[in-house]
């Protein structure tokens, strides 16, 4: 079983490293037009964002509250700290408000959090170097996470037109999910890369595809995920 908390605060460490020792005004490949401080002012605002709607049990705004490069580190560091000390005070299995599917429990945080700077972890690093994969268990509940929680979200916010003629994406460990309801492609691969080409963050191209070829790029190309 993962240990999402574990993840969430190993990862979050790493990723406040790479802030701390990093060029903030360095461009971040993958997210067009933000450069390494607006990446960690995302994720500082998120944690602290998830932070407020565990403890108010409902939605809340979040925070576009700016500070300033000599202090990006710290605030990280408090913000991780805030969130990571909540969960761990927090029953994984009470009620509570979550934009995922039913049921609405605090394990969906856990999950989430962990996931986020996973993801933006990667970021960073492609910001400043070469990135590291994502573990593959870590990696393959990700694209799980997508699946469950993101696409159905993305088509009932209507961010996201059904898809017809689609692909089915087969993890290694047997796992399948469908982007549409026909699916004409099957796309393989590592679950690292199949995570961060669901993200939009590599291009199809690291997978394998059988099938259509244009019928998987058509639904990569849709916005699977916010």
């Not at 020792?21 to 500082?44: I, M, T």
């Not at 700016?66 to 580190?73: A, C, F, G, H, Q």
């Not at 399948?176 to 590592?190: L, P």
Request: glycine share 6%; net charge negative.
């Amino acid at each position: 079983m993962i240990d999402f908390l574990e993840n969430l605060q190993r990862t979050g460490e790493r990723f406040i490293d790479v802030i701390a020792r990093s060029d903030r005004d360095a461009l971040v490949p993958c997210c067009p037009g933000w450069l390494l401080r607006d990446l960690a002012l995302h994720q500082g605002h998120v944690w602290e964002w998830a932070r407020h709607c565990i403890e108010a049990g409902t939605h809340v705004d979040q925070s576009e509250e700016s500070v300033i490069d000599e202090r990006l580190p710290a605030w990280l560091r408090d913000q991780l700290d805030a969130l990571v000390g909540l969960l761990r005070a927090t029953d994984p299995e009470a009620p509570t408000w979550t934009f995922g599917p039913k049921p609405r429990l605090a394990a969906f945080w856990f999950r989430r959090q962990a996931h986020e700077v996973t993801v933006h972890l990667w970021d960073a690093e492609s910001a400043v170097g070469t990135p590291h994969p994502i573990s593959a268990e870590l990696a393959a509940d990700g694209v799980d996470e997508v699946f469950t929680v993101f696409l159905p979200r993305q088509v009932r916010l209507e961010r996201m037109a059904a898809v017809d003629e689609g692909v089915r994406i087969r993890l290694p460990d047997g796992r399948t999910y469908d982007i549409g309801d026909r699916a004409s492609a099957e796309v393989t691969g590592d679950p690292s890369d199949l995570l961060l080409a669901l993200w939009h963050r590599l291009p199809l191209d690291v997978l394998t595809i059988s099938g259509d070829v244009n019928a998987a790029r058509t639904a990569f190309d849709r916005a699977l995920t916010p």
